[in-house]
């Protein structure tokens, strides 16, 4: 077994100790209460900005299509891009995805933004043009309206990032929840050496790395890297079905902080209430039934992939395209997902 490394392990317990303790009853998790205030003053002060065109082209009704639709490659998406805002807007658009993300998040996902221009430049000097990467090619949906009572959420979308909020009497909704980075690794120009989503891969590695032999055969899942994330548009999030993989309960303390770590990892995308109410609700029942998997090569540059799949949840990462230097991360949640079992309570309660 290879040892983990002192320095991983030392952010791991930074991370454990910033998510607090995971044997909290589902009962006493937040509400989201405070979460969806912020968003929905952000919501409202953005589209309050918009003119009449642009509202039509922002705002949809919450029962629309449209708001279980996503994807996240290059494209335009219904909704109004960056582009198509002025400063204050955009201001506020920021704002708005302050509202859901910790300092952390907003910086990962702003950055993603600006990986387009990256791929841009790349091109360009390959004597190719691509107006297809653009840093401003974001697209913001609203569904609903954020100054009622009624459901109601918010999206933004485009290249690598595709991020959905739903609103119901209070609780938030934080899921699909995609990010992606083209480059993984920046080689060259005045960016090189960024990394955007690192630690999704060095934590990863530092994790399966450290299993013996007969942890690692039971965490393997195939040989060879799948050449994406599984979950990803189209499927529903309890495609996979059950865990597979090497559960917690086989790990030893060591792996199981890391296992820890990467949960804290992904929820502290989020604002910091959402992410303790999120981090606490995948391990209501503890670490032991959270099962942890790998495919494909364990040293940088080899395509390689893996999954945390507990009982409610799935989260993939894959790094097989272009030279294994192209992230995929996905977040699934398979009863909330786009604010599902909210909705369902909602209506139990509320009849039409």
Request: aromatic letters at 8%; charged letters at 25%; hydrophobic letters at 40%.
């Amino acid at each position: 077994m290879s040892a983990i490394p002192k320095l991983v392990l030392v952010a791991c317990s930074a991370l454990v100790a910033a998510g607090g303790q995971n044997s909290r009853p589902v009962a006493a998790l937040p509400s989201g209460e405070g979460s969806s205030a912020a968003m929905e003053s952000a919501a409202r002060k953005f589209l309050g900005l918009l003119g009449e065109e642009q509202r039509k082209k922002a705002q949809f009704e919450f029962q629309n299509s449209e708001r279980e639709k996503w994807g996240f490659v290059p494209n335009v998406y219904p909704g109004i891009g960056i582009f198509e805002l002025n400063a204050a807007q955009r201001d506020a658009a920021h704002a708005l995805l302050r509202s859901m993300l910790s300092a952390k998040g907003y910086l990962a996902t702003t950055a993603i933004f600006s990986l387009d221009g990256i791929l841009r430049e790349m091109e360009r000097t390959r004597g190719r043009e691509a107006p297809h990467r653009d840093p401003e090619r974001y697209f913001f949906a609203v569904f609903g309206d954020p100054s009622g009572t009624s459901p109601w959420g918010w999206r933004v979308q485009g290249h690598h990032v595709s991020l959905h909020f739903s609103s119901v009497e209070g609780a938030v909704s934080v899921t699909p929840l995609f990010l992606g980075a083209n480059p993984a690794n920046v080689r060259e120009g005045a960016m090189a050496g960024l990394r955007v989503l690192a630690s999704e891969e060095d934590l990863g590695r530092a994790l399966v790395k450290s299993l013996d032999e007969k942890q690692r055969k039971r965490a393997t899942l195939q040989a060879e890297a799948p050449a994406d994330v599984i979950l990803g548009p189209g499927r529903a999030a309890d495609f996979l079905g059950e865990p597979k993989g090497l559960p917690g309960a086989e790990m030893k303390s060591a792996q199981r902080e890391v296992l820890s770590a990467l949960l804290d990892l992904y929820t502290s995308t989020l604002r910091p209430d959402l992410a303790q109410g999120e981090r606490l609700r995948m391990t209501a029942r503890g670490l032991d039934e959270i099962c942890f998997s790998w495919a494909g090569g364990t040293e940088p540059g080899e395509g390689h992939y893996y999954r945390i799949h507990g009982p409610e949840f799935v989260i993939e990462y894959d790094n097989t395209q272009d030279g294994a230097n192209h992230v995929h991360t996905v977040w699934r949640d398979r009863r909330r997902d786009f604010g599902q079992d909210l909705l369902a309570e909602h209506l139990r309660r509320h009849p039409r």
